[in-house]
């Protein structure tokens, strides 16, 4: 396995100066002559010495980082480098080149070399960086999340890059993971600790989807746009994150996003910039561009905006339009109610041509979900899924497809969005109002009974999903675009028709119209499966994983990302003013450390919201999951993560244990 330590990322571009530090103290002078072509240095003199070897994060869990490698050599009188990180992304190779032989011990391969110097107490090198932090204006020493150094080890790197650079009075140590925050504690009282807490709360930009955009900026309350229209030529800006929002040229919004936030999630899948700057709404500059056309660009270090004409931005419209996304019809031909487990047809596909067979009458969601079923590793909760054949017989009985013909031909169904919103309304309640085949609801509600009344608990209240062919297919991720619903045969208050209708009338839902129109895709193909299993009304938690590391583009710093919240409130779409736990799980690594990037604010006075072994358990399944779906998506590109909803629930068992309710490719990386 390859473990390398590349602080938050870093990428082998050279350093631009992106903050203005601190001056140099008195005393100090730059120590390089030989500028970019400097292997190392031994000291760091001024900012000058430190841009040189610097090297700048593509992805970083906390912004705004430029970090210098260090290397402590303890058989050389612990002699410092600092290293070219440009030069030598990598200790192993600034060791390899320039710590190996010449009356040195030679540096061995990359193998031994990781699990020696990271993991071993009687290592040769000291390994860890010196970054410095935009946001906060924060010098920090830090070590791998994974590695496994003392205290002892790490105050001696510590009193020595202090002695050595010019930012030494101001050097922080920087507990980078669960395992070195336990170590931190053990440090000596002169050397300062700052958390990662503490460095996010000095940040104030935070991108989310990188890119470029033009549009007309336009300010928006999260709470105005239950009522607005947004036009996706606008780039929009917005006080606070909305749980909902059409397609738009570009987002910005005045309080900090999670990254699997539906309107994250969606601008990956659309490739629009997205990024958070705090108080944005009443930002001076902003607010200059309102109603103008502008050019938004989104990096990982920082954000420009500037005015441009209405022409240029319609050319780069015109050329940067979207392509059209070829979406298989709705295959009518399949009845009956499914067992998930039976949906695929793995005898005569590989699991690739498998999902491509089902998905046009099952859809993608009851799809992947019968892919996980296929492995005994992944602890998906049993399911049934009804084909999207009795969407299609619900709008034919009922005469509903001349009412989406009416629709789609009235002129001013495209030209004003009011009209538009206020159709699609009452297409939706057509729908929901349509008496649904008794013959179709007395099966789902046998299967229900078949299915999850089953052993020691009673259970009957069923959750029905949207599974339409227009979602997790072809590099259309569709989150938060359909509705689900939950319904129960024993509670009249609760009917399950009810259920089953408002799924399939989301197919209408303004933002999902809004989001297949923006993609070209033919509405009249696309009709919605449902895909049903046992509800979760008191699960202890539930959240959102990615199976991998969303803050590292190289690869090479493999971890779970993992965004959690305590009981049912969600992590995609959370209430005003509510965080859930975000962290980094690096599952395949020695000690499996864990790392906070942010907390919640409902348990974490008492903790966070898993424990260590429910954190264990689903990163088995995650991995698991990542390992099944690989020959699916994996082999398309360098990059690859599955997308995870998971919970936490103990009503079946009376045992605390982790359900996977949907995997599906993660839009960043997926094809």
Known sequence: MLLLFLTAGCSNDKATETGTPADTEDGWECTLTDGADSPFASQLGCLEDFDVLASLPLDASIPGARSVKTVVDRTDSSELYFMNSVLYPIHWEFASAQLSGDGLPLVPDLGTFNTTEYYSPDRRFILGAASYYEGPEVWVYEISPYDTAGADLIAEAFYKIQENSFFGEDLYFHPTSTLVDAVAAELPSDIPIMTTDELYAGIDYQPLNLGTSMGQLAFYSAEDLEESYVNYRQIVVLDAVPNDISVTAGIITGTFQTPLAHINVLSQNRGTPNMSYRDAFTNEELLALENKWVELVVEAQQWTIREVTQEEA???????????????????????????????????????????????????????????EESEDIPNPPGFAIPVYYYDQHMTDNGLWDTVDTMLSTKAFYSDPATRDQMLTDLRDAIGSAPVDPELLAAVEAKIYDRFDTGASHTTRTRFRSSTNAEDVNGFNGAGLYSSSSGDPEDESDPVEDAIRLVWSSVWNYRAFEEREYYSIDHTNIGAAVLSHRSFPNEESNGVAITGNIFDSTGLEPAYYINVQTGGTSVVLPPPGITSDQLLYYYDFPNQPVVYIANNNLTWDDGPVLTNSEIYELGGALKAIHNHFYTVYGSAGAFYGMDVEFKFDNEATGKTEVYIKQARPYPAWGP
Not at 352 to 372: E, N, Q, T, Y
């Open 314 to 372: 319609d050319a780069w419209w015109e050329e940067n339009r979207p392509e059209p996304i070829d979406v298989e019809p709705m295959d009518t031909s399949v009845t009956g109610i499914w067992d998930t487990a039976d949906i695929l047809d793995l005898e005569s596909n590989e699991l690739a041509g498998a999902l491509k067979a089902a998905i046009p009458a099952f859809g993608g969601k009851a799809s992947h979900f019968a892919g996980m």
